[in-house]
Every structure is written in structure tokens, then in C-alpha cells.
């Protein structure tokens, strides 16, 4: 059954009773919440989302409302994990972040790259680099474009076969990029905008009913691309060496180093499979312009 | 540093090698867990370290026979790349009559 | 067919094999329990050792793999880290004992395999103190910034290094020069430490003799720790019992140590949660000596009716048991690199501190 065949309040009652089974990808996490005021977000952000009953899930999550005069809330992973206490106002963006985060702590079974992840015809476009290089509003245009969703924040790589997962979840847009792709993508659907996080105010848009419906089909790394976005700038795109490429995943990887040999492997033969450029954009439109000519480009190997 | 320290990887060291071009290769140091990206004469000089101790001239010979380049500016130039390497834990000088470990 | 009465998270440490046997509900329950205890990459290391990662179920597999993922790097980071530390001390020309977690690992023991080592904890003469902050120090150990005040203290009056951490590798030493805090009641003679301890095959390290390591296991333990989910600390006492009683004249010499170092109490306690709670085998002679090293019937009653309870989360899931005593927060790991940029996204919100301090014992 999908999210959205259930009505808003039975959804409010399975979150505060035993919680939701909902997959993501290749995770399944239960998840509780106590905030009521979460309900209609989750309802229109994970329509398509099917909910489902494991026997074994990877991830136990409670949102639950910690009380007193100053409105606070706090996300637990399996009943004994806590992030720190957080304003109740900015709730449904920790519970974003907080999914995530049981991701990067708890799973090393992948090589986890922190990058946005989008794919047309199972070719994987990783986006990486520092926040505010515009990653996860290119992806959410790219996205609103037809690619399909895999993830706005976390690159779940297997390190032997080097296919990334998707996770399909609801991309995070910042202040300014928010207003952008609401022009960019018309038919984009929202949650709540979310004031006084640290990235300022927040909102998220919907994934696709589509790369919900395929999260459960990996893609193969084909483009990594450096965003680099200054009003300044000439758009453009840099060749990247492989070399360079492979050290800027590993330095945006939340596991490489504890991977050691493993991860070394895995990047290395991933930059082979890539063409690996820097983007200087000045403007979405601009930046879109060159993407598609990246990744519509006959299909050259790197050079050896 | 004495000119006559000898050169080594340091004891746990083992070295993994990545090279796309040559300029540019990616070193992985699988006991340290570490990876460096370095130019074509730290991994030259790595390299060399690497099939066995050696000492600052002998190094310096090896080299300028290898890039064609004088002693002289070899010498220069190895001063700072053996001292990046040994902060970056990849190369370690020992005094001659140090312990044997 | 497993009895129900019997703890899985028990089960799978002290006989891995059922762990062929558990089902999906199963194992959804017991992960939480075994990070709780950080106990995951052990019961991983097990499963691997005896062959079972394979046979488990797929989405469980995965689990089961971070903890062989983190066991092997923890292990290379400590092996690493004590060939740094080798050659540093060299210059010190003084003994230095390895203890703990450092010393397990650089020993190959049983209780090395899956450890998470928080710090790397040594142990030198007090007159060398001096010298080796300086040649700490020099290859780029640092105190952390909050004790450059207290430094002058610790050395003067509690005569012990203030907590390092190396500015490259991030790791953490600590530097004793007894092995019980001087506020503890215990006061074990460090010189017969010394005087038993012995050298380490291919380094110039020193342990603690299998007794001596057992006993100040337990002394951590059961005198001056905090005992909340320290199921672990218990496991270590069982695989060294395990391992070290295979000496014959092993427990002989583990009561006359006992007896020396004024360390009785804290190994009747180790040996008795250790067989009532993980079914430890103890020698016949041995579990009746030990029975006359025993506190009044009223305070062993009042210890089974804590220590239990206290050493292990509950089985319906670690759950809440009282506010903010049973709930803590996550830790970060110091072997988990971020990298800087996202360091500074994510970490702007300080994403962890500790509202329950987790000492480990390393």
C-alpha cells in the first residue's frame, strides 16, 4: 500500500501507534513520530512511498516531542541513540538529516560519498563538492528534467560491483535554490518551508512517483561532476584528471578511510569508468546547458 | 637531517599505487590507511625508497640519472619532498647507528 | 530448537554457532543490542570466524559486514599507532607496558578480535613522565587546548600525563603511571605489576602477565567503573579465562596475584557474573576457593540484583529505562573521518555530546 492510499489521520495514527515500515532503497527503517504536525508533510512528501511490514529493519526511529516552554524535539535511532535536542519547528528537516545519518554512521558495507546522485538510463551524474557549490539544486533540476532521482545528499556505492543505490528520498532545497526550482520545475511538489535550520530556511521537493518506483534498480557512475557556482563565473566545464576526481570523492566520502583498501580500490576503478569535470556556473539555466551536452556527448572513454 | 641518514618506508608501511598520467599519481599507504596524491618526482623518489633504504645521495643520484636534471638542483628539491614525505608518513630517515627495530 | 529463556545477544558471544539460527525478528532485535554494548564487530568477527557471514540472511549481511569493516580498521589504526609510538619512545630508554585494548590487539588474544579501542593506554615509570611528554610532544602529540591549564597539576599532584591526542591521526594516549586512579579505594603495588610483566615478542613493548591483565580487567570492572551495558568488559573476563586457563597452573597463580595486589574482591565478582551471566567454565578447585573470597550473603544479593541488569541492555530492545540514564548519546568515533567541509555543515549543530559518558575501557 502507498502513503497516499492512506487517509492523513490514518496515517497520523499508524505514526504515533507502532509507527511506519517504510523503504528506502535498500533500507528499511520503522519510524514513529510523535509531532503530529509532521503528518500531512510525510503524507505529500512520501506519497509514493509503499509502507511495509519487516521482520528485520535496519533502522528504528522515534521522533518524539521532549517538552517545556521551549518546543523542543529529538530524533532516537533504536531506542537508545539521540541526536541533540532540536526546536520542533525544524522537525520534519531533522528527520531528513537524521535518516541520513543513520545511514553514514551505522552502514559501512557501502562506500558512502557524499554527493547528489542522478541517473537517465541507469548512467549515475554524481554531483559532489562543499555546501553551497549547488549540488542538490542542480540534481533537482535535473531531476524535474526526467533524470531519475537516486539522492540529493548520499552516494551508496557497493564497493565490489560499484553500483550505486538509490535511496529516492525528498531532495533538500536552501533559501534561494528553493524559489529557483519552484520557477525551474512547475510541476515540482513541496513540503512546508522550514525556518531557522542551520542551512537558514529549507523546504523539500517531492521525488518522482518514477524513481520511487525504481529505487530498487542501481546505476553506474558515468559523470562526476564539481559544481562550482559564483555569480562571477564563466560557465563552463574543466576537465578533472582522474586522479584529482578520485581524491575529491575520497575527501566527500564519510567512509572512505575506514574502508582503507577497500575504498582505495573502489574509487580508483570508479574515476576509470567516468568523465570527471569541474562546472563553473553562474546561472542554473547555463549549468543545465552544459550538463546535457556532458552527458549527451558520445560516450568517450577518460583518456589513459 | 645528516646526508648520510639513510631513507625508508616506516615499519607497518605497505603502498599501494595509482597512475592515470604522469604527472599525478595517487598513493595508498594500507598501514597507515592514508592516501596522497603526489607529483611524478615524490613518486619517483617514493619509489625508489621503496625497493630499499637508501641515503640522501644515493637518492640524489638516482634521480638526476632518471630526469637528466643536475645534482645540484635534484639536491635542492629532494630536501623538501623527503621531508613532505616523512609528514605525510610515507618515508622516515634513519640515523646509522639507530635501533634496529 | 533454542530455548526461549536463553539471551540471543548472550548466545551468539558465548556459543557463535546459533547464530546460524536466528531468525530475521531475531536479529532485529539482538543489533541493537550488540551496538549498544559495542559489541557488533566482535559478534561479526565471530560469525566470520566460524565461518557463518555468509549464511545469513541478506539484509542482515550487511551489518554483520560494517562490523568486520570496522573491526579491521580499528585494528589496523591501533597496530599502526603502536609502531609510531615504538619509535617515539625509543629515546626514552624506559619500559613501557601496554594495557588494555593495546595490549590484546598486540598480543593476537581472543578479546583483540572486534575490539573497538577507544584510546591506546600505557604505562611507564614515574620518573620518565617528564621525558616522554616532551618526546610525545615533539612527534606531534598535543594535549587538548581546556588542559594546558591543568597540565601542571596532573603531573604535580596526580603524577599522570593529561589526555593526547596526536594533531595528525587524531588518536588518543593516555599515559599512566599506576593503573588504578589514585582516588580509588584499590591500591595495587605497581612494582609487582612491573616486576611480572612481560616483554612482547618482536617490539619493545611489555604486557601485563596473564593474570595481572585479568585481575586489573576486573578492577576496572567492578571497582571503579561505571557498569551500564558493560556487557563487553564481562566478555573480555570470559575469553581470558577462557584462554589463559588452558595453563594448568593458571588459576593457582591468578588467587596468589589476587592476594598480593589486594585485587580479591574485584575477581570473586568477575568470576561469578562471569559464570552466572556467559556460563563461563571455571575449574572445580578454583570455583570453591573463589567461593571463600566472598562479601556477606545481604551484599552479594544486592549486587545479583544490579550487576545483571546493569551489565546488559534489556532484551525487548535497549529501550528508555529512566530519563536520561539508560538513553546516551551517540559518540562520535574518532575513526569515522568526516571530511572538513561537511565537518563544518554538519557539525555546526555539535552533533554529539555526551549526556552519559561511555568510558571504555579500551
Known sequence: ????????????????????????????????????????????????????????????????????????????????????????????????????????????????????????????????????????????????????????????????????????????????????????????????????????????????????????????????????????????????????????????????????????????ELVGQCRIARLYNSSLTDALRELEVLTTDAFRPPPQ | MTPHANWRLPAGASLFWRQWDLEETVVFNRGAGSTHLIDAFSAASLRRIAAGPCSFGILVDYLSDLSGADEEQVGGRLGEVLDSLQQLGLAEPVSPCAFAS | ??????????ESLVRPHSMAELSLKEWDALLPRARATLLLPRLAKLAERYGLIDGVPEVVHRHLITGIELAREQ??????????????????????????????????????????????????????????????????????????YDRRYYLEWMHELPPLRHRQRQTLLDVHHAILPRTSRLRPDISLLWAAAQPLPGARFLTLSPADMLLHCAAHLFQDGDLHWRLRDLFDLHQMMDEFGRQSDFWPVLFTRAKMLDLERPLYYASRYCRRILATEIPAEAA???????????????????????????????????QGAALFLYMRSHWLRMPPPLLAAHLARKTFKRMREIRQTG
Not at chain 1, 203 to 218: D, K, Q, T, W, Y
Not at chain 3, 1 to 9: E, F, V
Open chain 1, 1 to 268: 500500500m502507498r502513503i497516499r492510499e492512506l487517509t492523513p489521520r490514518a496515517l497520523n495514527e499508524r505514526l504515533r501507534g507502532e509507527g511506519i515500515g517504510l523503504r528506502w532503497g535498500p533500507f528499511v527503517s520503522q519510524i514513529r513520530i510523535e509531532l503530529p504536525e509532521l503528518t500531512e508533510p510525510i503524507h505529500r512528501l512520501y506519497a509514493d512511498f509503499s509502507l511495509c511490514e519487516e521482520q528485520f529493519r535496519d533502522f528504528r526511529i522515534t521522533i518524539r516531542h521532549r517538552g517545556g516552554r521551549a518546543q523542543r524535539a529529538e530524533f532516537v535511532l533504536d531506542n537508545c541513540y539521540a541526536l541533540p535536542l532540536f526546536p520542533r519547528a525544524i522537525a520534519l528537516g531533522m528527520l531528513e538529516w537524521g535518516l541520513n545519518w543513520c545511514v553514514y554512521n551505522n552502514i559501512h558495507s557501502y562506500l558512502l560519498i557524499h554527493a547528489a546522485v542522478a541517473a537517465r538510463d541507469d548512467r549515475a551524474i554524481l554531483l559532489t563538492g562543499p555546501p553551497g557549490s549547488g549540488k542538490s539544486t542542480l540534481c533537482a533540476a535535473l531531476v524535474g528534467r526526467g533524470w531519475r532521482l537516486l539522492s540529493d545528499e548520499l552516494a551508496v556505492i557497493d564497493p565490489r560491483t560499484l553500483d550505486i543505490w538509490p535511496l529516492a528520498r525528498p531532495i533538500c532545497l536552501k533559501e534561494e535554490a528553493i524559489d529557483l526550482i519552484r520557477e525551474n520545475v512547475p510541476a515540482a511538489v513541496f513540503g512546508p518551508a522550514i525556518h531557522g535550520t542551520a542551512k537558514g530556511t529549507i523546504a523539500h521537493m517531492r521525488p518522482p512517483a518514477e524513481s520511487v518506483e525504481r529505487s530498487n534498480r542501481p546505476a553506474r557512475a558515468t559523470w562526476i561532476v564539481l559544481p562550482r557556482y559564483d555569480p562571477g563565473f564563466r560557465t563552463g566545464l574543466e576537465p578533472v584528471s582522474s586522479a584529482r576526481g578520485m581524491l575529491s570523492l575520497a575527501d566527500n566520502a564519510f567512509n572512505y578511510h575506514l574502508l582503507g583498501e577497500t575504498a582505495f580500490d573502489a574509487l580508483s
Open chain 3, 288 to 322: 570453591s576457593k573463589l567461593e571463600r573470597l566472598a562479601p556477606s550473603a545481604t551484599a552479594r544479593m544486592g549486587m545479583d540484583c544490579v550487576i545483571p541488569q546493569t551489565l546488559i541492555p534489556p532484551e525487548g530492545g535497549p529501550g528508555v529505562s529512566s
Open chain 3, 75 to 148: 585494528e589496523r589504526s591501533l597496530k599502526w599507532e603502536l609502531q609510531r609510538l615504538e619509535r617515539t619512545l625509543a629515546a626514552l630508554n624506559c619500559p613501557v607496558l601496554l594495557l588494555k585494548g593495546a595490549a590484546y590487539v598486540a598480543t593476537g588474544l581472543p578479546m583483540a578480535d572486534g575490539r573497538l579501542v577507544s584510546d591506546i593506554d600505557i604505562m611507564i615509570p614515574p620518573e620518565a613522565l617528564g621525558r616522554a611528554e616532551s618526546e610525545l610532544l615533539r612527534a606531534g602529540w598535543q594535549f587538548s587546548k581546556m588542559d594546558d
Open chain 3, 1 to 10: 530448537m533454542r530455548n526461549p529463556a536463553i539471551d540471543p545477544l548472550i
